[in-house]
């Protein structure tokens, strides 16, 4: 089941997010659209309120509540009420998916990696963004977990459990980068390649045949 009790009810909240913590924002939309070449055609699964899929020109989503769904189709988007391990489309229909801090939300990661890779053309791929859990803002995510709205009911994980779950689709790792750099010496918003430095760590993986 779909753990969207805390978005139905604070759907707006969640929106204002993104304006109260707009440095963070505007860092994770930097580090995803260094990965998504403008001419190609995707879906957000977990699309939320839109905020990542409207500044990205993304116009199809995936969102199983319906409170934040609606809000996204007042950003432009076509969003489907559905989840992420059933989604409503053909094969081999989109050029890439999207999935941002969505598999700490879904019942089984793998399975929606694996129905990505359905909905995905032969050379298609993913873009996953997440907070890694074993970063510093990861780390104090979990600590308040319980107290959180939003976070109570998530899951958090590694880049390493991430690497792997893919590793058992049909995905392969292709690029890898991370952003957000709190309480160090780096700007916040710098994008880096790899991971175990910043706390949102961006993967892109290629379908593989």
Same mark, same amino acid.
């Given at each position: 089941m779909p753990r969207i009790k805390s978005f139905e009810k604070y759907s707006k909240e969640y929106d204002e997010w993104f304006i109260r913590n707009q440095t963070i924002y505007l860092a994770e939309l930097k580090a995803i659209k260094s990965l998504i070449p403008i001419e190609k055609t995707g879906v957000e699964i977990g699309v939320g309120t839109g905020r990542f899929a409207s500044p990205l020109g993304i116009k199809v989503g995936i969102e199983p509540s319906k409170k934040m769904a609606e809000i996204a189709r007042k950003r432009g988007i076509q969003v489907y009420e559905a989840v992420a391990e059933e989604l409503p489309f053909d094969?081999?229909?989109?050029?890439?998916? /999207?999935? &941002?801090?969505?598999i700490c $939300?879904?019942?089984?990661? &793998?399975? !929606?990696?694996?129905e990505a890779?359905?909905? /995905?053309k032969p050379d298609g791929f993913i873009v996953i963004g997440f907070v890694d859990k074993n970063s510093e803002l990861g780390i104090r995510y979990q600590l308040k977990k319980d107290r959180s709205k939003f976070y109570r009911d998530a899951v958090f994980y590694s880049a390493e459990e991430v690497i792997e779950y893919l590793r058992k689709t049909q995905l392969d790792v292709a690029t890898i980068k991370q952003t957000i750099f709190p309480n160090s010496s780096k700007r916040i918003d710098l994008v880096k390649?790899?991971? *175990?430095? *910043? !706390? $949102? &760590?961006v993967i892109k993986a290629n379908k593989t045949s």
């Amino acid at each position: 089941m779909p753990r969207i009790k805390s978005f139905e009810k604070y759907s707006k909240e969640y929106d204002e997010w993104f304006i109260r913590n707009q440095t963070i924002y505007l860092a994770e939309l930097k580090a995803i659209k260094s990965l998504i070449p403008i001419e190609k055609t995707g879906v957000e699964i977990g699309v939320g309120t839109g905020r990542f899929a409207s500044p990205l020109g993304i116009k199809v989503g995936i969102e199983p509540s319906k409170k934040m769904a609606e809000i996204a189709r007042k950003r432009g988007i076509q969003v489907y009420e559905a989840v992420a391990e059933e989604l409503p489309f053909d094969s081999e229909t989109f050029d890439f998916a /999207l999935m &941002v801090t969505t598999i700490c $939300f879904v019942d089984n990661p &793998v399975n !929606s990696f694996k129905e990505a890779s359905r909905i /995905l053309k032969p050379d298609g791929f993913i873009v996953i963004g997440f907070v890694d859990k074993n970063s510093e803002l990861g780390i104090r995510y979990q600590l308040k977990k319980d107290r959180s709205k939003f976070y109570r009911d998530a899951v958090f994980y590694s880049a390493e459990e991430v690497i792997e779950y893919l590793r058992k689709t049909q995905l392969d790792v292709a690029t890898i980068k991370q952003t957000i750099f709190p309480n160090s010496s780096k700007r916040i918003d710098l994008v880096k390649d790899g991971y *175990g430095e *910043g !706390s $949102f &760590v961006v993967i892109k993986a290629n379908k593989t045949s």
